[in-house]
């Protein structure tokens, strides 16, 4: 969604600009592009190879680029550290890269055997192997159904436990797809494909660090900077929509409270009341993209900030009011209580 992520970011020459997930460059390519000479992109990504890429790709930009081997939970410390107050626009592509799913030794896909690994950051100290093999058997069910919205989770939680320790991707995929009976294997992707996502989340505290991020992020961008994330899964998606609503609104107080006692400000204004999706010719280009939405929001301005006090609405008010979902608990792996929910996993 390279176009979508130009136009919607409002790329302009001389602006300043982040890409927090930038993996081998690509946008961050593009955006220098428009940006240069006068502007400037930091690039952030926890995963050292991938900068390794990007620093050769990006080279020619010379002092244009900096990049930066972090998690993009620290984005707004990282943007003080380039001696920046505030960014003009944020991308965030989210998920394992290509870099990351086409390299065996990283143990991201199945499609060819290698370590049980996952880690985007290899200096942290546990892979998904640590999981599989030392979780028990109620957490690790609780993990997939979470992460995976795995509904043959019990099933293949017990079959884990049962064949463990695995050290290869190839051997796990194996004994989930055993584990799931045939006539219930998912039409177009591996029977695998939700169980991997889960560890895969989980290995990396995803959700944890989107969480985290995106209140850092629009506290870096400068008044009417753009926010444009990309997420491949609901759960990333969810995130996303209601930090956005929550932050777009005044109060935060309960409904019906006499008074505000929040002191709630908007922080953010919704561009686009529905995510954005990949074109056909996209997704036939590249099939990986047929799950991408993408979100965008705007820092408030000072001016939008008088109209709310004001009682004026700024913010799209078609936006329907949402209250958030419970999201997956991540520390400890452990499932919300929720009877409804344990029924519609399958024994």
């Not at 799913?101 to 143990?107: A, N, Q, S, T």
Request: aromatic share 4%; with cysteine; net charge positive.
């Amino acid at each position: 969604m390279l176009d979508e992520v130009l136009a919607w970011l409002d790329v302009r020459p001389g602006g300043t600009y982040v890409d927090a997930t930038v993996g081998a460059g690509g946008h961050a390519e593009a955006i220098l592009e428009r940006i240069a000479p006068a502007g400037r992109l930091i690039g952030i990504d926890r995963d050292a190879e991938a900068l390794a890429v990007a620093e050769r790709r990006l080279a020619r930009y010379g002092a244009a680029v900096t990049l930066r081997h972090a998690n993009y939970s620290a984005i707004r410390a990282v943007v003080a550290e380039a001696g920046l107050e505030a960014v003009n626009g944020i991308v965030m592509d989210l998920g394992a890269s290509s870099l990351q799913l086409e390299e065996p030794l990283r143990g991201f896909s199945f499609a060819r055997p290698g370590p049980l690994d996952m880690r985007m950051d290899r200096t942290q100290p546990h892979c998904a192997a640590d999981l599989v093999n030392s979780l028990p058997e109620d957490q690790l069910r609780g993990l997939l159904w979470a992460y995976g919205e795995e509904r043959w989770a019990r099933r293949i939680a017990r079959a884990i436990v049962q064949r463990r320790p695995f050290g290869t991707t190839d051997e796990l995929a194996s004994v989930v797809g055993a584990a799931i009976p045939r006539r219930a294997w998912p039409r177009g992707i591996h029977p695998a494909t939700r169980t991997f996502q889960a560890l895969r989340i989980a290995t990396n505290r995803e959700l944890e660090a989107l969480e985290q991020a995106l209140p850092e992020a629009v506290g870096a961008l400068r008044g009417g900077g753009r926010l444009c994330v990309i997420t491949f899964h609901s759960l990333e998606d969810r995130i996303v929509k209601h930090t956005y609503l929550r932050l777009s609104r005044d109060c935060t107080c309960p409904p019906g409270s006499p008074q505000c006692v929040c002191n709630g400000r908007r922080l953010l204004r919704v561009l686009t009341r529905r995510p954005l999706t990949p074109s056909l010719s996209e997704i036939a280009a590249n099939p990986r993209s047929r799950s991408a939405k993408m979100r965008v929001a705007e820092r408030a301005t000072d001016q939008t900030e008088r109209a709310s006090e004001a009682g004026q609405s700024s913010a799209d008010t078609t936006l329907p009011s949402v209250v958030p979902d419970v999201l997956p608990p991540a520390p400890g792996f452990r499932r919300r209580s929720s009877s409804s929910s344990q029924a519609r996993q399958r024994s």
